[in-house]
């Protein structure tokens, strides 16, 4: 292999490695679950119209109370980043069980 095709494998390795290091962080400091909570809270003036409808004596469902105007963003390049996310993904967990089956054998030798 030339220097330059080396340098390329090891670049796009560093980045995959630190693209894996920032997405667990990610998901080991409960970003996900964050956002997920703030997206299922009420808002203060959703709360005040649910507290005036009980008084009311309505009858309330929490559907009635939740944000509708939610954008669905699917198109061909949130797909096409999927598909290249689970793509990274593959080849990642299929190199790191590489490595560690070799790291097996030269230790167990």
């Known amino acids: 292999m030339t220097k330059t095709k080396l340098n390329i494998i090891r ?35 959703q709360i005040r119209e649910y507290e005036e409808d009980i008084k009311e004596g309505k009858d309330v469902t929490i559907k009635d109370y939740l944000n509708k105007d939610k954008v669905n963003y699917d198109n061909k390049v ?12 593959t080849a990642f967990n299929k190199g790191m069980n590489a490595f560690f089956n070799m790291l097996n054998e030269a230790v167990s030798s």
């Open 78 to 89: 949130s797909e096409l980043g999927l598909d290249l996310s689970y793509l990274i993904e």
């Open 11 to 45: 670049l796009i390795v560093l980045i995959l490695v630190f693209l894996f290091f920032v997405l667990y962080f990610m998901q080991a400091s409960g970003y996900n679950e964050y956002t997920r909570n703030r997206e299922n809270m009420l808002s203060e003036e």
